[in-house]
């Protein structure tokens, strides 16, 4: 939990140094999305296992048809050791027009 934290702190921040206003904990009908901006919604799930991603694949979509079906959707979380997401979940975001980020430290860049 606490990971998810920094990366939506850290992730804000870099939204807010390349001039965007993101808004945070935003309520989407019985969702909460972590950030939402004018062009997209994020969700951060970290670690980013298979189970996580799984989950967060109709948590987004349901979130972005309340909000905005015209937003970018973007899944953000740290890779974990186990219990990796397969390349199928990765394929079915994909599919569902969904841009799944892992994070690092060193190189938290978004797409």
Sequence with gaps: ????IEINTALADQLRRRGV?????????????DIVTETAVYEVRSPLTETALAAAIPD????????????????????????????????????AGITVNFWTDSSSQLQ
């Design 1 to 4: 939990m606490q990971d998810a």
């Design 60 to 95: 987004i979509q349901t979130a972005r048809d309340v909000l905005d079906p015209a937003l970018k959707m973007v899944i953000v979380g740290r890779q974990p050791d186990i219990d990796a997401p397969t390349a199928a979940t990765l394929a079915t975001a994909k599919v």
């Design 21 to 33: 206003n993101p808004r945070l904990q935003v309520r989407a009908g019985d969702r909460i999305v």
